[in-house]
């Protein structure tokens, strides 16, 4: 039992009450067994039936066609993007026998990361723009695909990659851009950590999408796949003698996707209990309506928050361009100097937890994942309208 809570953290996040509360049954005693489902094998029928429900749940609700293979692995984001930048190389291997460059739209911290990991694994690669050059030097924005566009056309790249929601600096992309989703030659390889079930995309439109589960969709430990089946075939046909020659890097075993796959995600011990948890976050969210629905509420959630920021534009200050603010992670500072703590403090009072900036970027962040409820947004929106009058 507990007090809803209004908690803004960036992640690990707040989850549904409902799906805490069985997930606490469960973890003493699963379907009666007398035993938790953390303490059975990860390849027993219990355990089995958890991966096919979450497959099929994620299914259902990504609308994710055949062409496409579900699966999750031990992790969080960045095992996410390590593995991604060595699978993709090799399939790129196994479908041209020769090697591109991965192209990175970096457009924040994590898609810059992202590219500093395949460079730092030996995956060619290369940055398409960063988003600071054309802002400033700092990120807040997403360059025009006029900007860009003209870069990647005719050239060959592995794979492009991007990350969707810039979860730190507040950043989003409003949609995948049209000239890589016009270009059937190019794999779009993106980041959905923080962006996951918050709204509905076109699977189809995506080579792969990975995401950490621990914001939107569970607690932290597992990622969660979604990749076209020709790519693991790719992977599956690149020859290792070739990658070394190519000076790529071979996968570690436990995160190759096509041996992940065949082995229906348990080829290592897969953390159970958590994808349970990840499960009953989707079964919770189909009984809800859905992600159509989700979206619907938070951009509700998004709008109010950010009209109640801008409404004092002397007060807060918002970095981020409107066009590609995110729905998910507000981000703001406070114009005025040393009146950081006493707004944490404020906020604090009123149980409005978890609205510290990343410790990179400073200023404040909500994060309003799927499991805030509008009526916690309107209480932060009372908040800053309130400390905004109390303190111009
Ligand atoms: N990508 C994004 C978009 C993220 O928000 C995060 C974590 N906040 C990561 C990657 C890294 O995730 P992890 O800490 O699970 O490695």
């Avoid at 035993?35 to 994620?58: C, F, P, Q, Y």
């Avoid at 075993?253 to 499960?279: E, G, Q, R, W």
């Avoid at 004092?312 to 009146?339: A, I, Q």
Wanted: aromatic share 8%; proline share 4%.
């Amino acid at each position: 039992e507990r007090e809803e809570p209004t908690h803004f953290g960036a992640g690990p996040a707040q989850l549904p009450t409902e799906v805490l509360q069985q997930a606490a049954k469960d973890l003493i005693n699963y379907n009666n067994l007398g035993l938790g489902i953390g303490e059975i094998s990860h390849r027993s029928k219990d355990a089995t039936k958890v991966i096919e429900d979450s497959k099929l749940h994620l299914k259902e609700l990504m609308n994710i066609p055949d062409t496409h293979e579900v699966f999750f692995m031990q992790g969080g984001g960045t095992t996410g993007f390590s593995s991604l930048a060595t699978n993709l190389a090799a399939a790129y291997v196994g479908k041209t026998g020769t090697i591109a460059p991965a192209g990175y739209l970096v457009t924040g911290s994590w898609s810059l990361k992202s590219y500093q990991e395949a460079n730092r694994l030996h995956v060619p690669a290369e940055i398409i723009f960063n988003a600071k050059d054309y802002h400033g030097g700092k990120f807040g924005y997403i360059p025009k695909e006029e900007e860009w566009c003209d870069k990647v056309k005719g050239k060959k790249y592995s794979f492009v990659y991007l990350c969707e929601n810039e979860t730190v600096h507040g950043v989003e992309w409003p949609k995948l851009p049209q000239c890589l989703v016009d270009d059937n030659e190019i794999e779009i390889v993106a980041d959905l950590s923080s962006d996951i079930l918050s709204r509905q995309v076109d699977v189809s439109q995506y080579g792969v999408i990975m995401a950490g589960a621990q914001k939107n969709i569970g607690l932290a430990g597992l990622t969660v796949y979604i990749i076209k089946k020709s790519i693991l075939k790719n992977i599956e046909k690149a020859d290792e003698t070739q990658l070394h020659e190519f000076g790529i890097p071979v996968t570690p075993i436990a995160s190759d996707y096509p041996t992940v796959v065949k082995n229906n995600s348990a080829y290592n011990t897969i953390p159970i209990f958590t994808l349970h948890v990840m499960d009953l976050v989707f079964q919770h969210l189909i009984k809800k309506g859905g992600v159509a629905s989700q979206e619907a509420e938070n951009k509700t959630k998004a709008k109010i928050l950010y009209e109640a920021l801008d409404s004092y534009p002397d007060f807060y200050n918002m970095p981020v361009e409107k066009s590609c603010r995110s729905t998910m992670n507000v981000v703001f500072t406070l114009k005025k100097e040393g009146l950081d703590d006493k707004f944490l403090e404020e906020a604090g009072k009123r149980k409005l937890t978890g609205l510290k900036g990343h410790r990179s970027v400073g200023g404040f962040r909500a994060s309003i994942y799927n499991a805030l409820s509008l009526a916690t947004i309107e209480k932060l929106v009372k908040f800053v309208k309130e400390f905004a009058e109390e303190n111009q």
